[in-house]
């Protein structure tokens, strides 16, 4: 009988992973032993990084969107459905015009920003964490001339150095305008530090102190004032802006909360090593969808599905799952529109930035160009 291997979201990570096992399934797929299914509710594929380059008019929009379609491997059957439910039981996705029968579902359904989770937000804050966003907030730094910009940032969210990489960005765009002076730049943290990852924060510190970036800790948004033009925190401060910039807290997709197989906010209870949904023999989670405390990024899905589809290899193979995530992330940080630093770490092994250079702001303009070749399963 065939055996259905079935994807559910065709983001960076469901895509990476379809066309893996399409690839190196191929003498199954062939044989009829093997299907694999990718159902997604999106047409477009966003490369969603290439985002802040759109904020600052470095590229256009369309150049980090694709079809999907386009994308995906021959070997994979390819749904465009939005699934209502998981059903974990009966071993089946149900959407509102079909249901997809699996025996080993792959859930990689991502995170999305929650922009009602603070009064006010969707009224009055620019956001770089959707295309729309991205191209809105280009207009509107490209028509600012002077003021106040804050920046807030609530957790957890998608790529967690991007909100540094922005503000970094940001400096460096009116510097080159001729208009730095006229620009106060506040970048809030709602911890003790700018950054989760100490080694992060502490990279970040001289760049801010040196580019006259004014950074505020301990900043927890409670509501917006939209009218005023003022951010207000838990304690009770008012902050003003010209331009508000916000990275709110993300959620799961919502088909995992209506399925019940996610804690409150969305996300998938996930073992850290199989990436198998805990309690779970046949479900595996990839991505952003994972519960896992560690980095929503792109990367992070890269070196998870090096985990994920040879193990469910194994498992069509009838061998067993030898496989484990080491928990690897690799990021690199733009430290300004010509210059970025990189990390690498994992479970084990904190992050040490590397020295900021020309070369390796070049190198992520590489990788820019060649996820369509990663995501595709090639490299
Ligand atoms: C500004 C910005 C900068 C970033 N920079 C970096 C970076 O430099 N490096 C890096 O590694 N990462 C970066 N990231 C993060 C990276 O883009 C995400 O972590 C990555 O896309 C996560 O992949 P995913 O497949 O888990 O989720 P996504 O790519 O978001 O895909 C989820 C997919 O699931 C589909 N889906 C959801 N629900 C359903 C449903 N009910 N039915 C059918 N389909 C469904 C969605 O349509 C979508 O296609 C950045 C993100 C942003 C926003």
């Known amino acids: 009988m065939t055996k259905r291997i079935v994807v559910l979201g065709g983001g960076t990570a469901g895509t990476m992973v379809a066309n ?3 690839r190196q399934l191929s003498a199954p797929i062939g044989n009829k032993e093997v299907e694999v299914t990718l159902v997604s509710n999106a047409e477009k594929h966003i490369y969603q990084p290439g985002y802040l380059y759109i904020a600052f008019n470095e590229k256009m929009p369309e150049h980090f969107v694709r079809k999907e379609k386009e994308l995906v491997h021959r070997n994979v059957n390819l749904v465009f459905d939005d699934v209502v439910r998981i059903d974990s039981e009966a071993n089946k ?4 015009k079909a249901s997809y029968p699996y025996d080993y579902l792959v859930v990689a359904t991502g995170s999305y920003p929650d922009f009602d989770s603070i009064p006010g937000l969707k009224e009055a804050a620019h956001d770089f964490y959707t295309l729309e966003g991205a191209i809105k907030l280009r207009d509107a730094l490209a028509s600012f001339e002077g003021g106040t910009i804050l920046l807030t940032v609530d957790v957890p969210h998608k790529c967690p150095a991007a909100p540094l990489e922005i503000t970094l960005m940001m400096e460096d765009y009116f510097a080159r305008r001729g208009i730095r002076d006229r620009v106060k730049i506040v970048y809030t943290y709602p911890i003790n530090r700018i950054h989760s990852l100490e080694p992060i924060a502490r990279w970040a510190e001289p760049a801010f102190e040196k580019r006259n970036i004014i950074a505020e800790t ?7 004032d939209p009218e005023r033009k003022v951010a207000i925190t838990m304690d009770g401060e008012e902050h003003a802006f010209d331009l508000l910039i916000s990275v709110p807290a993300h959620k799961g997709a919502p088909v995992i909360l209506n399925s019940g197989i996610g804690d409150e906010t969305g996300f998938i209870p996930t073992d850290r090593y199989t990436l198998k949904m805990e309690g779970s023999d046949n479900i595996y989670v990839i991505g952003d969808a994972t519960n896992l405390p560690i980095s929503k990024a792109g990367s992070t899905a890269h070196y998870q599905s090096e985990t994920l589809v040879p193990n469910l290899i194994s498992r069509i193979n009838g061998i067993s799952e030898t496989a ?8 690199f940080l733009e430290n300004s529109l010509h210059d ?8 084990t092994h904190p992050p040490q930035p590397a020295t900021t250079s020309e070369l390796l702001h070049w190198f992520k303009g590489v990788y820019n160009e060649i996820y369509w070749l990663n995501v595709r399963g090639i490299m």
């Open 20 to 22: 893996k096992l399409a």
């Open 93 to 96: 996705l149900v959407s509102d």
């Open 218 to 224: 301990f900043f927890n948004l409670e509501k917006i």
């Open 324 to 331: 484990h995530y080491n928990g690897k992330v690799a990021c």
């Open 340 to 347: 970025a630093s990189m990390i690498t770490f994992d479970y």
